[in-house]
């Protein structure tokens, strides 16, 4: 259809699977393994795998990697817990990394 | 049924009576009173259909996915059902799920209920509560947990109809709030079970009005509630004593010492504590607390409270006999002089469950100790342990117990024990 706007979704750079929404983003802000990475509200279609406490730079958090629920890619990883209370705000949320979305169709 | 049946040890009665036709209603529910699995009682369903209508009457339990019309026909053949589960998946793209209008048919209909499962069930509002409180008055057990649109208004109503509410799970309810805690100690006294995980407006001032009235609570679930402290968890201590037995504080940041000591004081049957992420939480309170429930505590969540050291934890190991399950993942302080005290002890230990993760000061012979005395471990996480890896273990060779699933860098899946 000419013209039709819907939701900016991002897809698994290697097999295409919707994975997350551009609306859905809280900060780009973010650095991981492979350069830039983004916070995202919510995401579909992915797995979380064990998860680990770490200290970040931000300090004690529980992570756990998440990975394309088709191709079982890692694609970044979700915050379970946070130890300092400012990083609180990062709880149950997703960290997707730039080089492993891409736009679909937008 | 046609062919004739011999009926009894060789006693046949006249020729071509079917057995269905001589045995009562009474006489076939008592023999599918004997069938114990749900299978049998399913297979007991399929042979005819007065056996149906049988089976169905029995029926205590369903879960279902059904709209207002199948729930309405569903009521009307399974007359005694008390639980009725229509629990949603956690996947977002579920639509539409459980409605308001689902709910009023199944408060209308299902007269009889006592346990409900609405998990998830995104879509549900206030309404579909104000319902639920004005038509399932013997309503014992409702789990509303992750049904984000619920507020004070809904539960409060749900309060006021269900006056013999015995467990209540709210968890990630993030509109609740100490109005509705008032209002659960002023109608439901014989509340046992409460789950509030999450719902981060809950303060000290909600819990100590709700442990005013509901004074015979088991459980209670205040994980993540940030902004409840001492204040309110020593006032559960002393209103429930006799009859806490779980409580978990996960996050709860402002809970410390006081809390601990009031539970040392008060709470004698406490089997399950969870204070991970209590980060003010000290040796001496832990101490006391070993001293005083060292009886009855079976599962003890203490990951992240940093500032735990051998002092304590060698009392909780010398002092809890029965403790199944311990999790100390983070508490950087402790060392192998911890379980030192566990080599001259005779006893072998009840734990089945261990989390030393990222105890960096933790070796292969504290290790070793451990292993020596908990011949009943079935999981141990040693993850992030830089003392510790598979090859440290061989080259100490440790004897690890048969049954023992262990986690050296983060691949099995954790088994659920409480914490």
């Known amino acids: 259809m000419e013209g039709f ?96 979305i891409v736009k679909e169709n937008w | 049924m046609s062919a004739p049946i011999v009926v009894g040890g060789g006693e046949a009665g006249p020729p071509g009576v079917c057995i269905n036709d001589v045995l009562t209603d009474d006489e076939l529910r008592s023999v599918l009173a004997r069938l114990e699995s749900e299978k049998d009682r399913e297979i007991f369903g399929l042979v005819c259909k007065r056996w149906l209508a049988l089976q169905s009457a029995e029926r205590r339990r369903l879960a279902a996915r059904a709209g207002p019309h199948m729930l309405a026909m569903l009521a009307a053949r399974f007359g005694r059902v008390v639980e009725l589960d229509l629990s949603q998946s956690v996947s977002r793209s579920f639509y539409p799920g459980v409605t308001d209008a689902d709910l009023a048919v199944v408060a209308r209909k299902f007269k009889r209920l006592k346990v409900l499962n609405l998990s998830h069930c995104k879509g549900i509002t206030d309404k579909g509560m104000l319902e639920i409180g004005d038509g399932l008055s013997t309503l014992q057990s409702l789990d509303v947990s992750f049904c984000r649109k619920l507020t004070d208004r809904g539960l409060e109503a749900v309060a006021r109809g269900c006056h013999d509410m015995r467990t209540l799970h709210l968890a990630s309810c993030r509109a609740v709030s100490d109005v509705l805690l008032l209002g659960l100690s002023r109608n439901c006294p014989n509340l046992e079970e409460l789950v509030l995980e999450g719902c981060t407006n809950i303060t000290d001032q909600g819990i100590t009005d709700l442990v005013g009235g509901c004074q015979k609570i088991k459980l209670l679930d205040v994980s993540k509630c940030s902004n409840v402290g001492d204040v309110g968890i020593s006032n559960v201590a002393k209103s429930c004593s006799s009859s806490l037995r779980t409580l978990k504080l996960l996050d709860c940041c402002k809970v410390g010492d006081q809390s601990v000591l009031s539970l040392a004081s008060f709470c004698m049957g406490l089997e399950t504590l969870v204070v991970s992420g209590c980060r003010d939480i000290s040796d001496e309170s832990l101490k006391s607390l070993a001293a005083a429930c060292g009886n009855s505590l079976k599962t003890l969540g203490m990951n992240w409270c940093l500032n735990v050291s051998d002092l304590s934890l060698s009392s909780i190991l010398a002092q809890c006999r029965y403790l199944e399950a311990l999790d100390i993942g983070c508490c950087e302080e402790v060392t192998d002089a911890a379980f030192q005290g566990l080599a001259s002890v005779e006893d072998v230990l009840s734990l089945k469950f261990l989390k030393i993760s990222n105890c960096p000061n933790i070796t292969v012979t504290g290790l070793g100790i451990i292993l020596d005395k908990c011949r009943s471990l079935e999981y141990l996480d040693l993850r992030s342990c830089p003392h510790i890896s598979k090859t440290a273990c061989d080259e100490a060779m440790l004897r690890f117990p048969d049954c023992c699933k262990v986690n050296y860098v983060g691949r099995l899946s954790e088994p659920d024990m409480k914490l």
């Open chain 1, 5 to 100: 706007v819907g939701p900016r979704v991002y897809s698994c750079y290697n097999c295409r699977n919707h994975v997350c929404l551009h609306d859905d983003i809280i900060s780009k802000d973010f650095q991981g393994v492979n350069g830039r990475a983004f916070l995202f509200s919510h995401a579909v279609n992915i797995v979380v795998g064990a998860l680990e406490d770490r200290r970040l730079r931000t300090g004690l958090h529980t992570v756990g990697d998440i990975s394309c629920a088709d191709c079982h890619e890692v694609l970044g990883w979700k915050y379970e817990r946070a130890f300092e209370a400012s990083q609180k705000y990062k709880e149950g949320k997703f960290i997707f990394e730039k080089v492993k």
